[in-house]
């Protein structure tokens, strides 16, 4: 499937959830298969949570740096905007961050769901 196909998909896919009865028709299908695959949930969970564990340590990292001066605060590189968030683009280098504001941070995040955590592995979320 090349990069238009999963684009169409996406797009298809996205429309069929917001269409009229679908989102519960979707719950109840999800709700089934986690009531029959428990182990298959419980590693998707570990998975998960392994992978939030190591992004929040480079969070706080990143956070207590800018407490301290370390990072300043700069505009959004996209827009200018004064109220920036930080947005790491390789878990493994804690310091090194892009400016984002809210919008075009959530941009980048739906665009790039891919992760260098700090163990040189990338994982994909």
């Known amino acids: 499937m090349d ?4 684009a169409r998909k996406k797009a298809y896919d996205r429309e069929y959830r917001l ?3 679908n989102r519960e028709r979707i719950k109840a299908r999800v709700e089934v298969w986690v009531k029959n695959n428990p182990d298959r949930v419980r590693e998707l969970r570990r998975r998960r949570n392994s992978i939030d564990r190591k992004k929040h340590r480079i ?5 207590n740096a800018a ?3 370390k990072i300043p605060r700069q505009p959004c590189e996209v827009c200018g905007n004064g109220h920036t968030e930080y947005h790491h683009d390789d878990y493994s280098k804690p310091l090194e961050v892009r400016h984002l504001c809210r919008k075009h941070h ?3 995040h739906r665009t790039n769901h891919e992760y ?3 163990t040189d592995t990338t994982e994909t979320i």
């Open 67 to 69: 407490a301290r001066a």
């Open 106 to 108: 959530r941009e980048t």
């Open 19 to 21: 269409r009229p009865g």
């Open 116 to 118: 260098i955590l700090p």
């Open 59 to 63: 969070e706080v990292l990143a956070r």
């Open 3 to 6: 990069s238009q196909d999963k």
